[in-house]
């Protein structure tokens, strides 16, 4: 399979914690055109594939008149001879759903749409300076159903040094009363993360408890889905399988050794589209294999490795890790129990070949 990511990097404000690329602005026009002119110049970077899935991210696509996104959604139909996606996501952030946006949507053929909600505690969402209340993503949530909408996921923040763990729990208790089909949560980093690592592995907990008791099923690292609703487009990431990226800051990966990117610099972009790539050594592609597939559940088939990539693998390493709990190897395949998983960074890179004990 393949899928086509498209980046909208505009945004009403910054929020505090944010790291991609966006800028605040509305001058979207010849944005849009450059992004039309980048579809049809790469449309054979996926060598004939179809997508299957479409997703539209951001910045914060919603701030975009519906009828452009429409355009651009249009386009990637008629470039790949594709009738429509058997997944379309679009990011969209709770003050800017309306009833007729959404109805624009759903018209525009997205089929799931992932909320932006980060917090149910008004404080914590000014903190962070987010625009919307926790009522207003209520409302958004609700509006969204309305629409016709049922392939919903939420965006969740833990892991800040504002959060107490009764906090965390009442905003999963509030997304659960939502019943939405997915959840992604994210740890905060950098700066504004809680150096109380106790702290961000209680909160990791109760969040793999609760949501669990509630039927959704932890598929990777950050995210959980009532069954039948992980997100094909990010599962694919996973996966290794191919995608174009089209935007500024977008990255595209061909399926085997090709990463590519365009540079994140909106103007640079619709100028003159500057960009870069790399080939992935033998190395870099065992080590993103180990990375991407052990962030999931299902774990790795080591038997799907090339003979010099299991060759490649320490087999010490993992016997060492299997005896201590942090992997479980059932048949060919080794995979972190979800007890571990918040730690799958560090057992993922003890399997990395350079890694010396
Ligand atoms: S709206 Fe989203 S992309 Fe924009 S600054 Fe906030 S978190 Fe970042």
Not at 85 to 97: I, Y
Not at 171 to 200: F, K, T, V, W
Not at 241 to 252: D, I, T
Request: charge should be negative.
């Amino acid at each position: 399979m393949a899928g086509v990511y498209v980046h909208f990097p505009f945004c009403a404000t910054r929020c505090i914690y944010c790291d991609f690329y966006a800028r605040v602005g509305k001058d979207w026009k010849p944005y849009i055109e450059a992004l039309l002119t980048e579809l049809s110049e790469r449309k054979d970077f996926l060598k004939g594939v179809p997508p299957t899935t479409l997703y539209f991210g951001g910045g914060t696509p919603s701030l975009l008149p519906a009828g452009e996104l429409a355009r651009v959604a249009d386009a990637v139909r008629t470039t790949f001879g594709v009738s429509d996606f058997e997944e379309f996501t679009l990011e969209v952030n709770p003050d800017d759903v309306t009833a007729e946006r959404a109805a624009a949507w759903r018209s525009m053929g997205a089929g799931r749409v992932s909320v932006g909600v980060q917090s149910f505690c008004d404080t914590h969402l000014r903190w962070m300076h987010r625009r919307h209340t926790a009522a207003e993503a209520v409302t958004a949530v609700e509006t969204l159903r309305r629409a016709g909408f049922d392939n919903l996921s939420l965006d969740l923040i833990f892991g800040f040094t504002e959060l107490s763990d009764d906090d965390w729990a009442a905003s999963i208790a509030a997304a659960l009363a939502l019943r939405p089909e997915h959840i992604s949560c994210y740890q905060m980093m950098g700066r504004l993360a809680d150096s109380d690592e106790d702290r961000c592995r209680r909160q990791y907990a109760l969040l793999q408890e609760r949501l669990s008791a509630a039927g959704y099923r932890q598929y990777e690292v950050s995210n959980y889905a009532l069954p039948g609703y992980e997100s094909r487009h990010n599962s694919a990431y996973w996966a290794r399988e191919p995608y174009l990226g089209l935007g500024a800051g977008a990255h595209s990966f061909d399926g085997d050794r090709l990463r590519c990117w365009n540079t994140p610099d909106i103007d640079a972009y619709a100028a003159s589209r500057p960009g870069g790539e790399e080939r992935l050594s033998d190395r870099e592609v065992l080590e993103e294999k180990l990375m991407l597939s052990l962030r999931t559940v299902r774990g790795l088939d080591l038997s799907s490795l090339t003979d010099p990539e299991l060759g490649s693998v320490k087999k010490a390493t993992l016997e060492e890790l299997s005896r201590a709990g942090k992997l479980i190897v059932e048949g060919s395949r080794i995979r972190i129990p979800e007890g571990e998983l918040f730690v799958s960074d560090w057992i993922i890179s003890r399997l990395f070949p350079e890694h010396t004990a």
